[in-house]
Nanobody, 127 residues
Framework: VQLQASGGGLVQAGGSLRLSCAAS????????MGWFRQAPGKEREYVSA????????HYANSVKGRFTISRDNTKNTVYLQMNSLKPEDTAVYYC?????????????????????WGQGTLVTVSS
């Protein structure tokens, strides 16, 4: 399984960015997907997850109401729309996929539930 994240960049506080993660190597539509982030000097933290069919989503409290996760199973891609960005959102953002498909309602929320990781894309929010 290969995951390729893109879309990071430099944005002013209050601005928006959309991250993309293209997946290959297996049937994308069978698996949940997630986004994590890691700020300098901090541990990697969970951001959001989405079920295999896109009907269910979950967010960390820190991004709820500002970020939206979505997926296009025809393009094997998961997205993270980030609005009202804050300087504390500055981090390297990683997309991730679990090894197993789990139930259709599966939204894994911990790093240990994910086995495949993209290379990360840097988001910098200036104040």
């Amino acid at each position: 399984v290969q995951l390729q994240a893109s879309g990071g960049g430099l944005v002013q506080a209050g601005g928006s960015l959309r991250l993309s993660c293209a997946a290959s190597g297996r049937t994308f539509s069978r698996y949940s997907m997630g986004w994590f982030r890691q700020a300098p000097g901090k541990e990697r933290e969970y951001v959001s997850a989405i079920t295999s069919n896109g009907a269910g989503t979950h967010y960390a409290n820190s991004v709820k109401g500002r970020f939206t996760i979505s997926r296009d199973n025809t393009k094997n891609t998961v997205y993270l729309q980030m609005n009202s960005l804050k300087p504390e959102d500055t981090a390297v953002y990683y997309c991730a996929a679990p090894r197993g498909s789990g139930s259709p309602l599966y939204t894994p929320k911990t790093a240990r539930e994910y086995d495949y990781w993209g290379q990360g894309t840097l988001v910098t929010v200036s104040s």
